[in-house]
């Protein structure tokens, strides 16, 4: 109930049931032998592209969070992983623009992307790992923040979450998702 088709837009609607704190994310099967996923390394070693678009609900200016690209959990709080790279947006931390998140070894770095959140809107999110292991974001094909290089070998899983942060429902509806990765290391 809480993921449909769109009727309006070609996608899914991911929606929150209703509860602050509810939380509606979407990822690959992790169990072992019942998806290509965990048989597949996707690390950074790997120069991983990943894709998505997504277009944000109609109400942003209260309650809601955002959260989509590669993490070693599904959760949004940044200092959880110590390894990450995903864009995020948050009504409870005041942003008004995608925000850039990427943790190598543990250090955090949280860079503005200047690209404002509207409702209604459609992102297109991309995260490419070069050979040298750098991060590129882009927001809209527009290359927005490039990090130092990140550890080596470390499988990151693609996420794309909306979470409420008060009691009324929020959705946003989700185009597509892309991973791919080099052929041979």
């Not at 990450?84 to 943790?103: C, K, L, P, V």
């Not at 927001?139 to 990140?150: E, H, P």
């Amino acid at each position: 109930a809480l993921c449909a088709y769109s009727s309006t837009l070609a996608g899914l609607t991911l929606t929150t049931a209703g509860a602050d704190n509810d939380q509606m994310i979407v990822c690959p099967h992790l169990t072992s032998g019942l998806s290509a996923w965990t048989g597949i390394k996707w690390g950074t070693e790997n120069q991983t592209t990943w894709e998505t678009a997504i277009t944000v609900g109609d109400d942003i200016t209260n309650g809601v969070l955002l959260w989509a690209g590669l993490k070693l959990t599904n959760t949004p709080t940044i200092a959880t992983d110590a390894d990450q790279a995903f864009f995020r947006f948050s009504t409870d931390d005041g942003d008004t623009n995608w925000m850039i998140e990427s943790s190598i070894a543990n250090v955090d770095t949280a860079t503005d992307s200047g690209v404002a959140v509207v409702i209604n809107t459609t992102y297109k999110f991309k995260i490419v790992i070069d050979s040298a292991r750098k991060a590129e974001f882009y927001i809209d094909d527009v290359l927005i923040y490039k990090t130092t290089a990140l550890t080596n070998d470390v499988d990151f899983i693609p996420y794309i979450g909306i979470q409420a942060l008060n009691a009324a429902a929020e959705f946003v509806t989700l185009h597509y998702i892309k991973m791919s990765r080099i052929l041979f290391e």
